[in-house]
């Protein structure tokens, strides 16, 4: 089936440090893929997106590139705030078929001060 | 404000009761999507409608029912609860049924099961 696989948090980083959260997913076809980001006591919003192979999603600094070859759609910032403290989704959905949002599990970001 | 509201924001209640969770979705939005938000299972989709017929089904126990009204607005219905039970359950909408459209998403009900 379909699925996406993110890497394990927490990830604590200081103010101005380089992120990275790393997601790969499985999946039959070419799906759409997302970030969604949810701050504490808050729902998710939408980050980011990217519907085709080598699109770049960008939104408040954070970006990702879909890579088709590695299947993956890593979520990048150059200099993180203590404000980008929260809980990242990274989340895949096919555009012509009747399926949902499948999300991977999270990855909780803490940056300190 | 994703302008998606949810009731209630929090429930406590025992093992073998019954809860309705109520979800209004955002104006003009025909889907309606429940998700579970555990600790350990992450977020796992429940069920879709789409004005007001069920469209795709995912890992919804027998115990759980939802519907969706001629208003729009969506119910969740858990029964015979048990303490596995306990999660955040999240209601999000988007316009239609499919696309790549964004998905707006409540604040949540948390349901804890003593």
């Known amino acids: 089936g379909n699925s996406v696989t993110q890497m394990e948090g927490p990830v604590t980083l200081s103010e101005e440090a380089f992120l990275t959260i790393n997601c790969t997913y499985t999946?039959?076809?070419?799906?759409?893929l997302f970030w969604y980001v949810q701050y504490p006591g808050e729902g998710l919003q939408l980050l980011l997106k990217?519907?085709?192979?080598?699109d770049k999603g960008s939104n408040k600094g954070f970006e990702a590139t879909y890579r088709k070859e590695t299947t993956s759609f890593h979520l990048e910032k150059g200099s993180v705030q203590v404000s980008d403290s929260a809980v990242y989704f990274c989340a895949l959905r096919f555009p012509n078929r009747n399926t949902p949002l499948v999300f991977g599990k999270g990855t909780r970001l803490s940056v300190i001060a | 404000d994703s302008g998606v509201t949810q009731t209630p924001k929090h429930l406590i209640t025992a093992t073998g009761q019954r809860v309705t969770l109520r979800c209004s979705p955002r104006s003009g939005d025909l889907s309606v999507y429940w998700y579970q938000q555990s600790l350990d299972q992450g977020l796992q989709f429940l069920i879709q409608y789409y004005n007001g017929e069920e469209r795709a089904k995912g890992n919804i126990l027998e115990r759980f029912s939802a519907q969706q009204f001629p208003d729009l607005h969506s119910e969740l219905n858990l029964s015979s609860l048990e303490l596995g039970d306990s999660a955040l359950y999240f209601c999000a909408s988007s316009q239609t049924g499919v696309g790549t459209g964004e998905l707006f998403f409540g604040e949540g009900s948390r349901l804890t099961v003593l």
């Open positions: 990217a519907t085709k192979a080598d």
């Open positions: 999946a039959t076809g070419y799906p759409s």
